[in-house]
């Protein structure tokens, strides 16, 4: 599957951004999909998950009650609705993609470019 990323940008703070993930190729609904974040200077981060069916949602702490994942199978496309936004929430963010809500948190199978959020303050 080929997964690509959009809709970042410039927000101030408290702002809000919805990042997409457009997924190609094979099924999109074979896969759980999750998306992280990367800061200049530091590692690779989770940030939140689905499941295949969208039954289940999984967050990192520090987005919880701020971030909501989701998903539109007819569409194949995936979507991260971030509100209240911080400077500590500047990254580039990665969609990817996995054979569970588990693994792809942990290990993702696939990966897709990123795209830039800035929060100033």
């Known amino acids: 599957v080929q997964l690509q990323a959009s809709g970042g940008g410039l927000v101030q703070a408290g702002g809000s951004l919805r990042l997409s993930c457009a997924a190609s190729?094979?099924?999109?609904?074979?896969?759980?999909m999750a998306w992280f974040r990367q800061a200049p200077g530091k590692e690779r981060e989770f940030v939140a998950a689905?499941?295949?069916?969208?039954?289940?949602?999984y967050y990192a702490d520090s987005v919880k009650g701020r971030f909501t994942i989701s998903r539109d199978y007819a569409k194949n496309t995936m979507y991260l609705q971030m509100n209240s936004l911080k400077p500590e929430d500047t990254a580039v963010y990665y969609c990817a993609g996995g054979s569970s809500i588990m693994a792809v948190s942990t290990g993702p199978d696939y990966w897709g470019h990123g795209t830039q959020v800035t929060v100033s303050s």
């Open positions: 689905i499941s295949r069916s969208s039954s289940s949602t």
């Open positions: 190729g094979r099924t999109f609904s074979i896969y759980a």
